[in-house]
């Protein structure tokens, strides 16, 4: 379970080779150096963001690939190999809606201490075919996720392989629970059964160069988690 390993905070490197405080006396390429997380940077406040207020790139209705459940196969090109970012929410039903939480791991995070269930989100690049090809991300949840992940592992993958496309699809599972398909379509193939041209490497160059990373991802603070928890209470 790779995607666990998301949960697992990083974790300083303790003076566990020199128990008892004998570090000091270590050779110096042994000492272990502690890096503060983050950084500060010099400068004024003024001039920073503060860490609350989000302005990167954001996930919108535009950009984001939603697959409807209606069972319509959907083409589309991976630009990832793996998800740019892969991270735990959790989810709070607000006025305004369902709202996610970037759940800040086991130990610290005021949520999960609620005992609420973080769910995990992998982030892809792709692009969808059709007359104007479009980059999209795919925020997958755990199921669409495992079926990705099998794809990405199987003999054709990865999933960003060059000449090839997925054909994706959503259909209502059992218990209405949304099931996701993806079968692999060769780039030969693309004309004939699709009606569709693959795309040039100029196309793929181009979208290459726009893709998103995990910036767009909004870290929040233990202070809005806090918050956010005491929503949840009111279940
Ligand atoms: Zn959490």
Avoid at 223 to 234: F, I, P, T, V
Wanted: proline share 7%.
């Amino acid at each position: 379970m790779p995607r666990e390993l998301n949960r697992v905070k990083p974790q300083l490197e303790e003076d566990t080779d020199h128990p008892g405080g004998t570090e000091e006396f270590a050779p110096k390429a042994e000492r272990v150096t502690k890096e503060v997380e983050p950084s500060i940077p010099r400068g004024w406040a003024s001039a920073q963001r503060p860490r609350s207020t989000f302005n990167g790139p954001r996930i919108t209705k535009e950009n984001r690939f939603d697959l409807a459940a209606d069972g319509e196969e959907v083409l589309i090109k991976f630009l990832d190999d793996i998800p740019f970012a892969g991270i735990y929410q959790h989810w709070v039903m607000t006025q305004g809606g369902r709202r996610a939480y970037t759940c800040a791991g086991f130990d610290d995070c005021p949520m999960c201490a609620r005992g609420d269930k973080a769910k995990s989100a992998d982030y892809f690049n792709l692009v969808v075919l059709g007359d104007t090809p479009e980059l999209k991300v795919w925020i997958m949840s755990p199921d669409p996720a495992k079926v990705a992940e099998e794809k990405a592992k199987s003999k054709k993958g990865p999933l960003n392989r060059d000449g090839m496309y997925m054909a994706v699809s959503k259909v209502k599972g059992s218990y209405s629970i949304p099931a996701v398909s993806m079968d692999w379509v060769r780039e030969d193939e693309l004309e004939a059964d699709w009606g569709v041209k693959p795309l040039t490497d100029e196309q793929l160059n181009q979208f290459n160069s726009k893709v998103f990373d995990s910036s767009v991802v909004r870290v929040h603070t233990i202070a809005e988690l806090q918050e956010a928890a005491r929503l949840l209470s009111d279940d």
